[in-house]
């Protein structure tokens, strides 16, 4: 008697064929007649089902034929060749013990139920099917995403989640805080008294690890984060979550082209490394959730990425401007319709955009000679627009302070970050990457609500 | 001419000795004569530095001579034999391009510095030879970390960062808001009106995502979590933070034994890897920061780790009561100085302690049939104490809701959690590492804040 998973049984069917097994796992379906009975069990390890054939010899067989959904097995029994079945094989039940019985009122019957109810159940919601296969790529991708960075030799960097400046300025931050909120301590102009709050200064949740990776990269050269990232924006929208997940790397002795083969090798390894190790996922994905899911990332894979700078790109959109909402000008920012037309009718595959204008990116961005744009790139992929963005950082120190004056940002508040450029800086660049994003991009899934196990979005943070 | 990192020379010197090469990195030291000179350069992809030499041919021999420390060169030179030095090759410089010149004041120069003053430039230290160490290694073993579950077929699940509910009762929590604190709305009766915050209700941060990964394994039966998590204390400790990493599998089908198992399988894995993949790494700390480190890890890379219970401890400590600054008797908890005398003095490696009261444990924990004990389980190992901690969850929906009833927890506050329990519950267990405690175990590092890049503490939140 072997324990094994149903994994492992199909994995390497032909290692457990007529052995004697044991498995553990939930009922998803039972059918019974007088003299036998078939149940589909799940035992988490894998996606798919493995068939129980039970007859009525067995002690229990009344017990059993009563059971409901979502009860627990532990199953004795050979596994037997099935042929001309939907699985070439079967466990022919020996014994059947009965773990647990599942209340009579589990929300999850056969029937389809839609993606907005299994939101207020999502503790329950991974047992479906589609929840199953969403919550595994996610894993199976997290791991490529660290595969791929490690075995390059990029450090992981463990950026701070609280942090004390809110110079990172993308967005709107929450506060965090120890005070009691219902007594606040105030100074004795009557403002808010932080010196008591537990950091002794107002902090935030972080938006990015950005700044505080480039650090870490003129130490190790290489580096890349994988964290929790936040924004307290209102945007009620399917791609926007208050909590998600952002992949950083930083590179150095590199420039912008450099970032974006960088970016182009990542999403064609993660790509094939959930294809290859989550095959039934995937599949499911193109069967049920996006019909052309395979086709889109195949195109991903085949395809050399196009290449256009944002003033070229202008050129090509304002031809076309009749048929967007919002016309597209030299200075303007790139709404959605203008990266998907980019993405999906000229290019009709991945393409990067680069050099925007200075006055619509970051203070960090790399100036270019032309003095009117920076050395920033986005990704757009068809059926997304903007998947990845980033840029080449500028390293020259009195370009960057020229730049913070521009903008108004004081020099004492980015002294850590200007020593970066004092103390041997060099030319460096890194992107950022929304991880659900990816998530949603590789299987099709719509709503970032539901690649996100228990999502915090306005009004909503359940579980 | 094949541009190169440093690590690459290193692990590979055969295939690049007497090529024409290229590097790029960071002088760490230099001296010059008048017809030569040396520099010690780093390229941040390699924890050694490659030593070059140049000479007076070179064009700019003169300013290379007056370069400061930190300033960054590429170099094109041959990796030359250099037969009874520190290291068999050096790069024999034929043209150096000085990228740019560190500002004389850079902190770093060849002396030493205190762990406490490199934490005033925590920007910085990850450039000194003690950081480059820490940080590679955390990176590496966060690594092995996702290696060893991912290999075993274990789901990552992202538990939430934000919470609404406060029932993880772990110590005191960080409150989140997107309210301003200046002008907080109030209700009728004065009270703080959470109802307009971002999420409608009060939300913190995380102390454990254990209650939330415990549905996710219910599902998918092997997970577990790695994400930051949080404790609001203002314990001023070397050993605690207020942000720090945890890592929490649980599995389904598994009782406190395979819980154990696992926990010993995963240390030694962990142990192993960082060993075979920051080797120089490792062979620093044990030279430099804690000679006793490889005896240490190799007794628990060699040793079964011993077993005890909590009740058969107590009986072993009590002879001890006149040496201990707390004496130990039955239902007290445990203190660092009882754990390190049961695995430094009595076991002499890793020990299980098990089953502890039910009054010093959490309310989740499967209780015993002595109706005292619940199946609880710590890992001390010698040096340290407890590194890990879990147990059995409680499955049973009567005992589980008769434990709340007597700690005065509501249901209705763990609604989702007891629905496990009601729909399909199983037996399971789990356990929480704290990140940051293994990466002081495997460098011999005593202060929390010297492994963690930007520390959190209280009255600290800098960078």
Redesign the interface.
């Known amino acids: 008697m072997q324990t094994v998973?149903v994994?492992q049984i199909f994995r390497a069917t032909e290692k457990y064929l007529n052995q004697n097994l044991e498995i553990?796992g939930?009922?998803r379906t039972i059918r019974t007649s007088k003299a036998f009975g078939f149940i589909e069990i799940n035992?988490?390890?894998f996606f798919e089902n493995i068939q129980v054939v039970f007859e009525e010899s067995l002690d229990n067989f009344p017990e059993i034929g009563k059971l409901t959904i979502?009860?627990?097995l532990?199953i004795r029994g050979t596994l037997v060749p099935s042929p001309g079945a939907k699985q070439p094989f079967e466990l022919k039940a020996e014994q059947i013990e009965i773990?647990?019985v599942?209340?009579a009122d589990?929300p999850l019957q056969k029937k389809r139920h839609t993606f907005e109810y299994l939101r207020t159940i999502?503790?329950?919601r991974?047992?479906t099917n589609t929840?199953?296969a969403v919550?595994?790529v996610?894993?199976v991708i997290?791991?490529a995403i660290?595969?791929f960075f490690?075995e390059k030799?990029?450090?992981?960097?463990?950026?701070?989640?609280?942090?004390?400046?809110d110079a990172e300025g993308a967005g709107?931050m929450?506060?965090?805080?120890?005070?009691d909120?219902?007594n606040?301590p105030k100074t004795e102009s009557g403002?808010?008294n932080f010196a008591e709050d537990?950091?002794?200064?107002e902090?935030s949740?972080t938006v990015s690890g950005q700044l505080?990776v480039e650090?870490?990269c003129?130490?190790?050269?290489?580096v890349y984060t994988f964290?929790?990232t936040?924004r307290?924006e209102?945007s009620n929208t399917a791609r926007h979550a208050?909590?998600f997940?952002m992949i950083e790397p930083e590179i150095?002795?590199a420039q912008l082209a450099d970032n974006m083969n960088l970016a182009e090798e990542m999403m064609k390894y993660i790509i094939q490394y959930a294809l290859d190790h989550a095959p039934e996922e995937m599949a499911f994905f193109n069967n049920f959730v996006d019909k052309t899911l395979f086709e889109r990332l195949e195109n991903i894979l085949n395809s050399e990425f196009g290449h256009i700078t944002y003033t070229e790109a202008v050129e090509l959109l304002e031809k076309e401007n009749a048929h967007f909402d919002y016309p597209v000008h030299w200075g303007t920012d790139l709404q959605t319709e203008h990266e998907r037309f980019l993405t999906e009718k000229i290019f009709k595959k991945p393409v990067f955009v680069s050099d925007y204008p200075k006055g619509i990116k970051a203070f960090y961005m790399r100036l270019n000679d032309d003095n009117k744009t920076v050395a920033a790139m986005d990704l757009l992929v068809p059926g997304v627009g903007e998947i990845i963005g980033g840029s080449q950082r500028e390293?020259r120190f009195d370009v960057l302070c020229q730049r913070m004056e521009e903008l108004g940002l004081k020099e004492e508040d980015y002294s850590?970050?200007l020593?970066?450029r004092?103390?041997?800086?060099?030319?460096h660049a890194g992107y950022g990457l929304g991880f659900e994003r990816v998530i949603m991009y590789l299987t099709g899934m719509t709503n970032i609500r539901d690649v996100?196990?228990?999502p915090?979005t306005?009004?909503?943070?359940?579980?």
């Open positions: 998973t994994q553990s939930w009922i035992d988490g390890s979502s009860s627990a532990r773990l647990s599942a209340a589990y999502a503790h329950l991974p047992r929840f199953a919550f595994r996610r894993s997290a791991y660290h595969k490690q030799g990029f450090v992981y960097v463990h950026t701070p989640i609280i942090t004390g400046s709107e929450f506060r965090v805080t120890a005070l909120l219902g606040l403002a808010v537990f950091f002794g200064k902090t949740l505080n650090t870490y003129m130490a190790f050269r290489n964290g929790p936040f307290a209102n208050a909590e997940w150095a002795f390293e850590w970050y020593d970066l004092k103390y041997g800086g060099v030319k996100i196990a228990f915090r306005a009004n909503s943070c359940e579980f």
